[in-house]
């Protein structure tokens, strides 16, 4: 009875210590760009950054994205890349999908300054026996939208600190 006792605990132990390994995880998006939002039709680019936690290599099926903007389903973006992931390492998977801005925009008016990005999907990779493996990918941040005058004043802007500090540098080289 003890011994059955036993090999009840040991097994209990052992699932409950079992958890369901990783083999992908999401990380983050970066570069994030809805386009000309002035326009009828933009298109976002994006680069989405993935890491293998894994000692296996994978090969990369797609990446299906259901993209929106404040709470409005703009589209589906699927990106099919032939790639081979490899073990341990970081990868990314660039994202460009051109869509409708009526979908979430006030006909005849400018562009709101904040939108509310949302882009939630699956990355679907095969490991070398030729298993479907998914991973979630969920992204949600509030994207500033500047027009191209804003654009051009905030690059002008740039310049000048970045001219001012330049000169703040060589007036202490000259001093030293």
């Known amino acids: 009875m003890k011994k059955l006792l036993y090999l009840a605990l040991t097994l209990l132990l052992f699932s409950a210590c079992n958890k369901d390994k990783k083999s992908i995880e999401f990380k983050k998006i970066v570069n994030l760009d809805l386009g000309n939002l002035a326009k009828e039709n933009a298109t976002i680019r994006a680069t989405a950054v993935f890491m293998n936690i894994t000692d296996e290599e994978y090969h990369l099926k797609d990446l299906v994205l259901d993209f929106t903007i404040d709470g409005k389903n703009v ?24 869509y409708e801005t009526n979908a979430f925009k006030l006909e005849n008016h400018e562009p709101a300054s904040t939108y509310a990005i949302q882009l939630l999907g699956d990355l679907n990779v095969k490991d070398k026996n030729g298993q479907d493996i998914s991973t ?36 202490k080289e000259k001093q030293d």
């Not at 589209?75 to 051109?98: A, L, M, W």
């Not at 979630?136 to 802007?157: C, D, G, M, P, Q």
């Open 75 to 98: 589209g589906t973006i699927v990106s099919k890349t032939d790639k081979v992931i490899q073990p341990n390492s970081e990868f990314s998977i660039p994202i460009r999908y051109s």
């Open 136 to 171: 979630k990918v969920k992204f949600a941040e509030t994207y500033e939208y500047l027009s191209n005058k804003e654009e051009r004043i905030e690059k002008r802007e740039n310049r000048r600190e970045e001219r001012k500090r330049k000169r703040e540098e060589r007036k």
